[in-house]
């Protein structure tokens, strides 16, 4: 099963920046596993209810941006990966700004309990939050 996460907030704010400091589209364009810095998971969920998982990281400079989230949920856990962009054309100017980003990503059950939450963090590990099913 695959699931799609939202950017709340900060979505128009990445898409502008994106927009005004870099081209993101096109063979210029190089596409990584963003890592995470941190997220916010409840320790504990009811079996029956949606479990919300809040992402947060941060991009160096303008030329960086959020492509998007993906999920791969089974019963037993969800693993998640950002996909980052990064414009790389020859001669394309980049403002120094750390941009920050954060994203809701609603899981919908069923759940085993303990459910876990695995983060890809493109480096070779994960981020891993384990939730308790009651």
């Known amino acids: 099963m695959k ?5 709340p907030r900060t979505g128009f704010a990445l ?9 993101v589209t096109g063979p210029d364009v190089r596409r990584f596993t963003a890592p ?8 504990t969920i009811v079996g029956s209810d949606s479990l919300e998982i ?5 991009l ?12 791969e949920k ?8 950002v996909r980052g962009t990064e414009n790389i054309r020859e001669g ?3 403002y120094a700004a750390i941009k920050n980003w954060d994203w809701l990503l609603v899981v919908s059950p069923p759940y085993e ?3 876990t939450v695995d983060v890809d963090q493109g480096d070779g590990t994960s981020m891993e939050r384990v939730v308790m099913v009651r």
């Open 92 to 94: 394309i100017g980049c």
């Open 36 to 43: 995470v810095d941190s997220m916010i998971v409840p320790s």
């Open 74 to 81: 089974t019963a037993e856990k969800v693993e998640i990966t």
């Open 60 to 71: 160096p400079n303008s030329c960086y941006g959020i492509e998007g989230v993906d999920a």
């Open 54 to 58: 809040r992402l947060f990281g941060s």
């Open 15 to 23: 898409l502008l920046s994106s927009l005004i400091g870099c081209d």
């Open 3 to 7: 699931i799609r996460g939202w950017l």
């Open 113 to 115: 309990d303990p459910f």
